[in-house]
């Protein structure tokens, strides 16, 4: 449980460990020094705290936030587990925002990835510490010393010490070269692989996990913000006499709008100030505003679709070029196109943004469900002229994220009201807010042309993606699709002699941002079902086909195949074909792929799509009844995110996308007509209910010995293309366009 | 004046009687178990026993619930025990947690009146509780588990 209730505490770090403590941080190579007056002071720039206290107390700091898929616990199991640390006399303290710890960012699915090796490192050494204080202690080799389990045992006599009271003497002692530490080998795991229970679970079942919604300050209020209803647009005219009239409202103040580029800032408009939730959502509702148009009044999504649309059937720029396509395509013979669409989205998480703030003396405490408190300390000290390291920010619980809660504007809103009232603020958004107010996933278009031989090979691939880009919250008239072409698009894996890869321009005309697995939701629903498509087209066996089309096990060096630009490619995560390969047969052996008996409306369809560097293949057996109803029976998901801290918080996390995906595939579409998002709840933006997600999920990890790679996103992108290919399979219905509910109605 | 019951112990207010249930459990008696998720009875985050019966309180109004009992997730078991919140942790069914609470309300209200559900009986019972993390599949199964029924 995260404690709010002492919120007037400083000194936050000094807090978390006595005077005597040894304190381990974690930047890529470990420092060690001894707790005191010191720790904490930024005299070092640790990414994570490990302390061990003379009781014996382990006390590790989570600096990442928790939003469901088991960080909060997963980065301290890599951490006790080197340490042989007695995970019982664990206690994990969550982090404020501090740019000490290295990026907080909460986002990217990288959690473990980025700080696998760190954590380790961070538990070699005090583990040698200790190991080394015994040995000294008894006049013994190092060698013969070996932590276990909160003890330091020597293997020859069976003496042994309590991690406890070798921490005086430990600290004594010169630390060890960080380069010349033991590991432990995986055979001698004793929490890395292991399924283990997510240490709020008990919180978390019985109501006392504490979210951004639930945190409180005293003689605070509650503030409800009627918003710009179209972006860019500003107050007009405000008449508040009814809002007043609402027992509990105080008070009606008014908000600078925001300009573009928008980032992160709060939109502005009008906020009720009151005692209570209700009352502030009430009178919110009496206001009677008034808005002066803004350019982005013409946005239709319907003509926007159709725009985007047109944009994809005409030359972009090109992202990747290999070979000569248009030599190819001009050779004649067969050829196929496709263009596809998926719709604009919203994140919906059930807990809508939320955080509670108070300006004082020129400085901001916040607690705030947050994927990024640092980037809420930056802000929210913009927003209030202040400096970013006066902002405390305390990370809650988050009741989801999904990418919206990596955007802080909701903080900066609590922040401001709180500087204009005097009192701490609880910035209380309505699901309606929620919904119009959202970073939204950009609708997309996507054209894909092949030339293909006898067998139905393409000898020649274009595909072009259109859409407006999260960039343009940063630099408001980009229009390019930058490092989100990256994400399932320039990195296809296909073994294709002749291949371009374009990006056609896009304006914004609604806030975008990054939702679970970004850009790899529509890439992988285009590119994967084109191979469906293909493959019908040539009467051959999907998952066969898609294996020839991935061609041989190799390394993919992408500098090589005709990428023009982008990041350098990360050497610890090399495109390698054999691992899709892998997963895509163990998908296969696992749903029964080879022996499925197509019926009349019911089938099985694959997708096998990399991204956050995890390899994943997902079968979907689904039913199509008359009415267009789908009904996914099973879902089976093969996955190799490298090495598997918790395997059952990884599980849960595949089974979670499943989920996902489907709300993403049948039914999730945001439109908006002059300029105003028209979705308001979950009546009119869905998400997948008991009835309507997989009736059985089945997720197959592939054991690895490869660095940790994602697991929070990468299980969505697969799930749409292999529920319409199964769609396709099951009716004869190719599906382009998204929400299939729409399709089949 | 509205009086009400709430876990067993007897409460009033003196606000708005229009004010829905939820906000007066979170806000006023700092109940923060019980969550806001759609404010229209669409998904279930606030689901509460209203004399024993599984209730919005998003859509319950004081004045509804004056001289009734309430009890919320803070109020069903003694120490956090219930054989649904057992059975919950056995199958590690929460994600983000924030719509468990509502989901174990329900379920607890469910078997309460079904002890042994099948599984339409289940799926009618939890379809209006909404998770957007996607933990339908370990709900259903800690359901049975905690019922005693074949999974």
């Known amino acids: ?73 997963c980065l301290p199991m890599i951490l006790a587990d080197e340490l042989e640390a007695d995970w019982s006399r664990v206690t994990i303290v969550q982090a404020l925002g501090d740019p000490k710890y290295g990026s907080q960012n909460t986002d990217g699915s990288c959690s473990v990835r980025d700080f696998y090796e760190a954590l380790r490192k961070a538990g070699a050494t005090g583990r040698t510490m200790l190991e080394q204080a015994a040995a000294a202690k008894w006049g013994v080799a190092p060698e013969s010393c070996k932590g276990r389990q909160h003890f330091v045992v020597e293997a020859s006599s069976g003496r042994k010490a309590a991690y406890g009271e070798l921490v005086p003497l430990a600290l004594s002692l010169t630390p060890p070269d960080a380069n010349k530490l033991r590991f432990k080998t995986p055979a001698e795991f004793r929490y890395i692989g292991k399924p283990m229970p997510v240490t709020d679970l008990h919180d978390l079942v019985t109501g006392k996990g504490t979210f951004g919604i639930d945190a409180r300050m005293p003689g605070m209020v509650y503030a409800a913000i009627a918003r710009p209803p179209v972006l860019g647009g500003t107050l007009k005219s405000l008449e508040d006499a009814a809002a007043k009239q609402v027992q509990g409202v105080q008070q009606v103040v008014k908000l600078e709008e925001a300009k573009p580029p928008y980032g992160f800032k709060a939109l502005g408009g009008a906020a009720v100030v009151a005692g209570n939730s209700w009352a502030a959502l009430q009178g919110r509702n009496k206001l009677k505003v008034e808005w002066n148009a803004s350019e982005h009044a013409e946005y239709e999504s319907a003509a926007y679709k159709k725009t985007l649309l047109e944009t994809a059937g005409k030359p972009g720029r090109v992202a990747r070029e290999k070979g000569d396509v248009e030599a190819e395509f001009g050779k004649g013979g067969k050829i196929h196109e496709a263009t596809y669409y998926t719709p604009m989205l919203a994140h919906a998480p059930m807990e809508p943004p939320a955080a509670v703030a108070e300006f004082k003396d020129g400085k901001v405490v916040a607690w705030a469900a947050t994927q990024n408190p640092q980037a809420v300390q930056q802000t929210v000290a913009a927003a209030v002229g202040i400096k970013p390291e006066d902002v405390q920010c305390h990370v809650t619980l988050l009741g989801g994220g999904f990418g919206r809660k990596s955007k802080p504007d909701y903080v900066a809103e609590a922040a401001l009201i709180s500087k204009q009232v005097g009192k701490p603020v609880k910035i209380v958004w309505s699901r309606e807010d929620d919904l119009l107010f959202d970073y939204y996933h950009s609708p997309a278009a996507m054209y894909l042309k092949a030339a293909v031989d006898e067998r139905g090979m393409p000898k020649a691939w274009l595909q072009r993606s259109v859409f407006p880009p999260i960039a343009m919250l940063f630099s408001a008239d ?22 371009r890869v374009e990006n056609g321009p896009a304006k914004a005309h609604v806030r ?35 294996l020839e089309l991935i061609g041989p096990t190799r390394t993919l060096d992408l500098q090589k195949e005709g990428l023009k630009g982008g990041p350098p490619a990360d050497p610890r995560f090399p495109i390698d074909t054999g691992r899709l390969r892998k997963v895509i047969e163990l998908v296969a052996q ?19 799509h990399r991204s956050f560097f995890s390899y994943i293949a997902a079968v979907v057996d689904l039913e199509v009844n008359g009415s267009g109803e789908v009904k996914i029976s099973r879902v089976d998901i093969a996955v190799d995110a490298g090495r598997i801290i918790n395997p059952d918080r990884v599980k849960s996390q595949f089974e979670g996308a499943a989920v996902f995906g489907t709300s993403v595939a049948l039914m999730g579409e945001v439109t908006v007509a002059g300029g105003r998002v028209q979705e308001t709840n979950f009546d009119g933006y869905p998400v997948a209910r008991m009835s309507e997600a997989p009736v059985e999920t089945r997720i197959h990890l592939v054991e690895s010995d490869a660095p940790p790679a994602g697991v929070g996103e990468p299980g969505v992108p697969p799930m749409a293309p292999a529920i319409c290919n199964a769609i396709f399979a099951a009716t004869g219905k190719r599906i382009r366009e998204l929400p299939v509910k729409k399709q089949l109605a | 004046m509205t009086e009400l019951t709430v876990n067993g112990r007897k409460t009033r207010f003196d606000g708005d009687p229009a004010m829905p249930l939820l906000w007066f459990l979170r806000d006023e008696l700092e109940l923060t178990g019980t969550k806001y998720g759609c404010g229209l009875g669409l998904c279930g985050a606030c689901t509460v026993h209203l004399n024993g019966e599984a209730v919005r309180s998003c859509l319950t109004a004081m004045k509804a619930a004056a001289g009734k009992s309430v009890t919320t997730i803070e109020g069903l078991a003694q120490n956090g025990d219930h054989p649904v919140q057992k059975a919950w942790e056995a199958v590690n069914a929460p994600q983000c947690g924030y719509c468990q609470t509502g989901q174990i309300m329900q379920a607890a209200a469910l078997l309460k009146k079904k002890p042994k559900p099948n599984d339409q009986e289940i799926l009618e019972a939890m379809e209006g509780n909404l998770c957007r993390c996607g933990t339908y599949q370990r709900i259903r199964q800690a359901i049975k588990l905690a019922a005693g029924v074949e999974s």
């Open chain 1, 1 to 73: 449980m995260i404690e709010v209730v002492e919120i007037s505490r400083r000194g936050f770090l000094g807090r978390i460990f006595s005077a005597g403590a040894i304190v381990i941080g974690a930047p890529l190579v470990p420092e060690v020094r001894a707790a005191g007056p010191a720790a904490g002071d930024g005299a070092w720039q640790p990414s994570v705290y490990l302390g061990i206290e003379p009781d014996g107390a382990v006390k590790i700091v989570a600096h990442r936030s928790e939003m469901g898929t088991g960080c909060r616990t």
């Open chain 1, 478 to 499: 980009e229009q390019y699709g930058g490092f989100q072409l990256g994400m399932g698009w320039t990195d296809i894996p296909y073994a294709i002699p002749n291949l």
């Open chain 1, 512 to 546: 975008i941002g990054w939702l679970r697995s970004v850009s790899n939701i529509y890439h992988a629903f285009a590119v994967q079902s084109f191979t469906d498509e293909l493959a019908a087209a040539a009467g051959r066996d999907r998952l066969e086909y898609l």
């Open chain 1, 590 to 608: 696992k749903s029964g792929w080879a022996n499925r008996k197509p019926a009349k409306g019911r089938a099985l369809g694959i997708a096998a």
